[in-house]
Each structure stands twice: as structure tokens, then as C-alpha cells.
């Protein structure tokens, strides 16, 4: 505890010299600027300014030169023990060790975070800080309350539970050796226009249902099992369900999460214990005025309203409760709610979770088969992360945290740690400021808390508005002609009087010299916004704010606005110029340093993609949008970062297969087909090889409503080994198939060839024929014949013939 008052006192010192210098730098002292008259107007105008209260300090001066540095005032002469300037500082009242277990006989003395009680002395605009450590301590204690959807359609995952119970203290039984379990179960409000009213629905609203003959009659909630270890007794409950049917889509179950969550004595939740409410349906709940549609008018008062029967009572007297009403209770007595549903529900109850600390979703399958396995998920998503909340903040105080995780990088703006494993520690610091002191005076307390932890620290605040030497006033003072306090070493003149003792009054201008209530040659009395009255200004009165200064050349509203707030009421004017509150900065204090919004969920700022403005992110990656960047369908690594969530979610390998960053990070909706189609313009084609060699396929896509989807394949595409013997049989195959025909072309074009040959022949023949009579060389031979008797005309005869 020494060690930790030392480091806190050390911190105050660095945290004073630090406004000094950037106060000193700025070239503007606005402690002397003439805007304090008090002791009390001194400290609130900057943590650095002082005040001397001594007698005779000053005299020779103005009024208002007693408000100044420190350092300033003691070398004009003001003894250091007049000197006001009272410091902000933090004490530790109670600094109980963390726990390392949770188990075993002191269960119920598990201290998880260090401090538990913290005293703040504030002194407005002077920041302090403090640490705290936060523990996820092993084995602790858990009770897990089952609230199930028995309206009709949830009938087949009815008989899926049956044996929840001892199946689930069997997974649980490998995280904790303290395991509790109870069981709800709800469907709706029983009155109209949400169930079924006629007399013939009263007994059994399955009435006249071909699908189904028989339910029991609707109701709101029903507490059927208190938290035991027991969980034979659950799977006996369970069987003895029966379904019942209501009329409209939407059901009752923030009805029954409520009652669940405030009823603390009949559901049995233990004050050392983690609290799990796991909610099963497969349909959106109504909200905060849908009960008007029944005629209920009256809002939900946040209290139990358990009957004799374990029923909800107020069932049809009250409408249904709101987001921030379930929040609250769910907070006040540390239940985490898993939001179970169906993936076509998913999106709806992940944006609850948005406005409901403390609360995660998973998707249900439509017969709850997963239930177990989503539970175990949960249930190590939420080991895995620390988040600080604050309770009963007050308004004039900000509060400003830095994380430091298990990397030991300290993260301004983070309140929550993420990717933990049980048992370990991680820190946070806080600084405070106050930026102004109550109206009432009164001491103030709130209390930070890690989401779902029954360990909180409890901090007392108390200001320091007052100076010291205020105790010691004098009314009447012959100081200040018996017509004034004497207060911290000035006069407090009654109405009328002026001066520094009383000694003029309002009017008499036989005292006045102008010359003193001009702040330079030429310049208009009083800047124009006052009288000069007893050798020094009296500023008007504005409906617009404050006037002041020595010359009242100084005002609190003519400061720049933001949407047309003043300091976009993140500062104060001073003198035309906004002093901004811890967190905030500009001109006119409109740009948040805070960090956390920019924050991804992989835990990088802004995903890497964009730089954090004004506590929201501007992407710089062409492409990337959304609130922290993290889309981004044509970045160049969006396929490897979705490969890792396709590995993780659907094969349970990868790199985040073996820790519990897998759930966190890959909220995508995932669907699986056996064919991949890519109609979506929008849509990325992402392709992978598997460690076996196949090749995974898939697509990304961002819709309208911020839905990312990715639509993979059931399976990787993976081809056969290939067999040496066929490859050569193939090989020789296609050789010789290749060589026969090109044979075969070969001797098809010879073929033609030939034939082209033959034909010429052929016509060449035809045209060398010639007929007999058509050869104009060729004569008919003419065969004539002689008798004897004409051989005679020639003259000569011949024996036996004729030649």
C-alpha cells in the first residue's frame, strides 16, 4: 500500500508540473487576467493558480493580484504559508491481494480486481490517477440459468435437451469444479392481440392445429428449476415440457430475461459466482411499447413478479421492459446474457449487444444440436476479455482510462482488454478530473466494476472548493471601514461600496481617474462594457454570460460553438478562448482523444486501414469502410483475413483454431454451398490451397444492411493422386494414337492425290480418241475389182492374174 501511495504521489507531482509548463508556454497567465475577486474564483480558474491571503501583500497593486503562480506570488513577497493552493490527490482505503483461485472453502472471499476502496481529493481542472488490476481468477464458481423458446416452433429443439444437463455439466465440469444449472422457460404474453383468446384456445391454443393437437396454454415466463448441482433434476424437468403456440411471430422473452435477472432468490444466483443466462429462441422479442397493442400503458417498474407457482404475475399488467431497463438489471446483479438464436435472427440480436453491456450472440442451430458447444464457446469468449464500467458516474467528473494488456503496451482511450487467457492479470489507469465543484457541496461516490464481476472499487470523492483562510472571516472588519468581510487578506464591500477597504461608494465620481480603467491609450473606457467607479472598472451585467476582467475586456460566451454549443460543451469559455475538459480537444473542444470507438475487434486501431479522428475512424485504405474500417472487400489481405475465419468456423484449423479469438474475431455470416456461383457484382472470388493440396473456394461480399457474407464451398475441390503405370500407358497410348493418324492422313493424301492423277489420266485419254471419221488424215479405203477383159484397155496381160 506504501508502495502504491508513493507511485500515486509521485504521479501528482508530475501531473502539476505538467499544466504549469504548458501553462507558462501558452505566453497567457490567466490567473493575474482579473477575473477572480476570491480566494474561492482564484482556484477555479486554473489548477495552477494560488492565492495569498496575507494582510499586507499587494497593497501597492490591484485587487485581483493576489491570484497568481505560486512561484510568482512568493518572489512579490507572500509568505508560503499564506499561500492557498490545495492539490488534488488519491488515497487507497482498501487494497485486498487478488485471489489466484476460486474454488474451495473461500470462495466467497475471490478478490479479482486490487484496489477495492479509493478516497479523491479534487481540486477543479487538477487531474490525479490511480491503477487497478483486474484478475480472471481460475476454477471460479459458475451458476448457468437455461431460459428456453417453448412456443410451438421450437418443439424438435424441445427434444434435442432432454439430456442437456448431464452432457453440459460435463463440458462445464472441464472449466469449473463448480457448476450449478436451473432451467425457464417462456412463450408470451396470454392476452390479445399475442395469444390465442378465444374459449376454445383456452385450454389447449393447439385447438384445430392439423400439425399439432396438443400444447399447453400460453404464458409469459415460468421459473421451473432454481440453480442446483443437481442436473439429473434438469433432464427431469425438460422431459416434463410441453410446448404451447401464441399468435403472433415476435415472443415474450425479455419479459422472462428480466424476471431471471431480479429475481435473485428464487432462481438462487450466488453472490460468488459468474451468472450465465443463456437465451434460446428462434424469433425476435417485443420491445418497450409493443404492450400498448394490448392496451398496457404502464412501463415495466424493473421488479420481480414471481407467484406462488413460480409464474410471472404481471404478465398482462405491464408493458414489456426496454433495452436500457434490461441492461440496467442485468448489470446490478452481474449476468452475462448469451443471446442463442437462429441465423436468420442473427443480425437483430447482434445489434442488441451494441446497447446491452456484457451480452454476446452465437447462432443456433434450428434443432439446437450445438447448444452445448455454443455455451462452452461463450462461456470462453467471456473469460477472455475484461471490460470496465462505471456506475453513478458524476457529471462535473471525467474520467479518462489507458489499458494494459498482456503485451504490456499501454492503450489511451481502452477500457477493456481482450484475447486473455484464466489467471491472467492485466492493469488499468485512471485519471480524473473535476470541472467544477457541486452546487450542493456534497461529497460524491461511484464505483468501476469489470462487466459480470461481483468485485467493484468504490471511490469517495470529495472537492476541494474551499480555501482555508476562509474560516477565519471577519464580518464588520475595521480593515474594510466597518462596512465589509475580511476574508483571505481582502474586503468584501456590502452593497454600494467599492474600493479595496470600502472607502468609496457607488457614484461619487470625485475619486474617478479614467486613466486607470482604460487598458490602453485610445481605448474606450472599460472596453466599452462597463463605469469606471472608484479607480477601477465595474463590468455590465449580460444576459449572454459573464463580463469580466480589469478593464472587462473579458467575457464567458463570445467562444467559438459547435453546432451551436458553446465549447461544443466539451470546455469552458475564458477570456474568448475554450479550455477544454480532459478528452477533448480544438478550437472550439469538439474533437474526442478517446480511442476505444476506433478500436477492431482484432484489436488493432482502426484494422490498420484508417487513422482514429476525433474518436472515429477516417479509413485510408481505398475500399475499406465501416465504423472501425474492418470492411473492406477489395483490400488486398481481405481474402487472407477471411481465409483465416473460413478455416477456423468451418474445418476448425488454422492459426485461430487453438485459441478463443476465433468466435470474437469471425462474426461474419458464413454459408456453405456445393457449387459456387459468383452473380453478386460486388462480390470477391477468393481462392486458397489447403495443406492437402486442394483448392478452397469462396466469395465476399458486403451487403446494404453491414451484413458482411461469405459464401464458401462445402468442401474442398481436390483431384486424385495420379498413377504412374496409367500416366505411361496414357502417354504411350497418345504417341502411337498420334502416329496412326497421322499415317492415316498421310495415305488419305496420297490417296487423293492419286485419284487427282488418275482423273487427269483419265480426261488426257479421253481427249487423244479420235472417231474414225472425224480424222481429217485418215481415208476411207476403196477396194475395186477388175474383170480380165479390162486388163486389156492397159495393154498388157498377165498370166494367171492381173498385177
Not at 12 to 32: E, K, Q, Y
Not at 544 to 553: L, V
Request: include cysteine; hydrophobic fraction near 30%; proline fraction near 4%.
Amino acid at each position: 500500500i506504501l508502495f502504491s501511495l508513493d507511485t500515486l504521489y509521485l504521479c501528482r507531482i508530475s501531473a502539476a508540473v505538467g499544466p504549469v509548463n504548458r501553462f507558462l508556454s501558452s505566453g497567457l497567465n490567466l490567473c493575474t487576467s482579473g477575473r477572480a475577486t476570491s480566494c474561492e474564483d482564484c482556484l477555479m480558474i486554473h489548477p495552477s493558480c494560488a492565492w495569498c491571503a496575507q494582510e499586507d501583500f499587494g497593497r501597492s497593486t490591484s485587487l485581483t493580484s493576489r491570484c497568481d503562480l505560486s512561484l510568482n506570488l512568493q518572489k512579490r513577497g507572500c509568505e508560503a504559508r499564506f499561500i492557498e493552493f490545495p492539490t488534488s490527490s488519491a488515497s487507497i482505503l482498501q487494497n485486498t491481494p487478488l485471489s489466484s483461485k476460486g474454488s474451495g472453502s473461500a470462495q466467497y472471499d475471490v478478490v479479482q480486481i486490487m484496489p477495492q476502496k479509493i478516497s479523491l481529493n479534487l481540486r477543479p481542472g487538477d487531474q490525479t490517477w490511480f491503477s487497478l488490476q483486474v484478475r480472471q481468477v481460475e476454477d471460479y464458481p459458475v451458476d448457468l440459468y437455461y431460459l428456453m423458446d417453448l412456443s410451438l416452433s421450437m418443439k424438435d429443439d424441445l427434444v434435442t435437451i432432454l439430456n442437456l444437463g448431464t452432457k453440459l455439466a460435463h463440458e462445464m465440469g472441464k472449466l469449473t469444479s463448480n457448476f450449478r444449472l436451473g432451467f425457464g422457460s417462456f412463450v408470451d404474453k396470454n392476452m390479445s392481440p399475442f395469444s390465442y383468446t378465444a374459449p376454445k384456445y383456452q385450454e389447449n391454443p393447439c385447438n384445430e392445429y392439423k400439425l399439432f393437437q396438443r400444447c399447453v396454454p400460453s404464458f409469459g415466463f415460468r421459473h421451473i428449476l432454481p440453480l442446483t448441482d443437481k442436473v439429473d433434476r434438469f433432464n427431469e424437468e425438460v422431459q416434463k415440457q410441453v410446448v404451447s403456440r401464441n399468435r403472433d411471430a415476435p415472443e415474450g422473452g425479455f419479459d422472462a430475461i428480466l424476471q431471471a435477472a431480479v429475481c435473485q432468490e428464487k432462481i438462487g444466483w450466488r453472490k460468488g459466482a459468474y451468472h450465465l443466462l443463456v437465451f434460446t429462441t428462434d424469433d425476435v422479442p417485443h420491445l418497450a411499447l409493443d404492450g400498448r397493442l394490448g392496451g398496457l400503458v404502464q412501463p415495466h417498474d424493473g421488479q420481480c413478479h414471481l407467484d406462488e407457482r413460480n409464474e410471472y404475475s404481471a404478465s398482462t399488467k405491464m408493458d414489456y421492459p426496454s433495452l436500457a431497463l434490461l441492461g440496467e438489471k442485468l448489470a446490478e446483479n452481474n449476468i452475462f446474457l448469451i443471446f442463442a438464436v437462429t441465423k436468420r435472427f442473427y443480425v437483430i440480436y447482434k445489434n442488441f449487444t451494441a446497447l446491452i453491456p456484457g451480452t454476446t450472440v452465437e447462432i443456433l442451430d434450428q434443432d439446437s444440436k450445438n447448444v452445448i458447444q455454443l455455451i462452452v464457446n461463450a462461456y470462453s469468449n467471456i473469460r477472455s476479455k475484461v471490460e470496465l464500467t462505471v456506475s453513478d458516474h458524476p457529471e462535473d467528473i471525467n474520467l479518462s482510462f489507458t489499458a494494459t494488456c498482456q503485451d504490456g503496451t499501454p492503450l489511451p482511450g481502452l477500457r477493456r482488454c481482450a484475447d486473455l487467457k484464466i489467471g491472467d492479470t492485466v492493469s488499468f489507469n485512471v485519471s480524473v478530473e473535476a470541472r467544477s465543484c457541486p452546487s450542493h457541496g456534497a461529497d460524491q461516490t461511484f464505483t468501476i466494476k469489470p462487466v459480470g464481476f461481483k468485485d467493484r472499487l468504490e471511490v469517495a470523492v470529495h472537492h476541494k472548493c474551499d480555501c482555508s483562510c476562509s474560516s477565519t472571516a471577519q464580518i464588520n472588519s475595521s480593515t474594510c471601514s466597518s462596512i465589509g468581510t475580511h476574508t483571505c487578506g481582502i474586503c468584501h464591500c456590502e452593497p454600494g461600496h467599492l474600493g479595496a477597504r470600502c472607502e468609496c461608494q457607488e457614484g461619487d465620481s470625485s475619486s474617478v481617474q479614467l486613466g486607470d480603467c482604460r487598458e490602453a491609450e485610445g481605448k474606450q473606457l472599460c472596453s466599452g462594457r462597463g463605469e469606471c467607479s472608484c479607480n477601477q472598472c465595474v463590468c455590465y451585467e449580460s444576459e449572454f454570460g459573464k463580463i469580466y476582467g480589469s478593464f472587462c475586456e473579458c467575457d464567458d460566451f463570445s467562444c467559438t460553438r459547435h453546432k451551436g454549443v458553446l465549447c461544443s460543451g466539451h470546455g469552458e469559455c475564458d477570456c474568448g478562448e475554450c479550455k477544454c475538459h480532459a478528452g477533448f480537444i480544438g478550437d472550439n473542444c469538439n474533437c474526442s482523444t478517446e480511442t476505444s470507438s476506433c478500436i477492431s475487434d482484432d484489436g488493432n486501431m482502426c484494422s490498420g486501414r484508417g487513422n482514429c479522428v476525433c474518436g472515429h475512424c477516417q479509413c485510408t485504405e481505398p475500399g475499406a469502410f465501416g465504423d472501425t474500417c474492418e470492411k473492406c472487400p477489395t483490400c488486398p489481405d481481405a481474402c487472407g483475413t477471411k481465409r483465416e475465419c473460413i478455416e477456423c468456423r468451418l474445418f476448425n484449423s488454422g492459426r485461430l483454431a487453438d485459441n478463443q479469438t476465433c468466435q470474437r474475431l469471425c462474426k461474419d455470416k458464413i454459408v456453405t454451398v456445393e457449387n459456387l456461383e459468383t452473380k453478386e457484382p460486388d462480390a470477391v472470388l477468393c481462392l486458397y490451397k489447403t495443406d492437402n493440396d486442394c483448392v478452397m473456394k469462396f466469395t465476399y461480399s458486403e451487403h446494404a444492411s453491414g451484413l458482411s457474407l461469405l459464401t464458401a464451398l462445402a468442401e474442398p475441390e481436390c483431384g486424385g493422386a495420379p498413377d504412374a503405370f496409367m500416366v505411361l500407358l496414357v502417354v504411350v497410348g497418345s504417341i502411337l494414337l498420334i502416329g496412326i493418324v497421322l499415317l492415316a492422313i498421310w495415305k488419305l493424301v496420297i490417296t487423293i492425290h492419286d485419284h487427282q492423277e488418275f482423273a487427269r489420266f483419265q480426261s488426257a485419254r479421253s481427249r487423244a480418241r479420235y472417231e474414225m471419221a472425224s480424222n481429217p488424215l485418215y481415208k476411207q479405203p476403196v477396194s475395186t475389182h477388175f474383170l480380165e477383159s479390162d486388163f486389156s484397155m492397159f495393154g498388157k496381160s498377165y498370166n494367171g492374174g492381173v498385177h
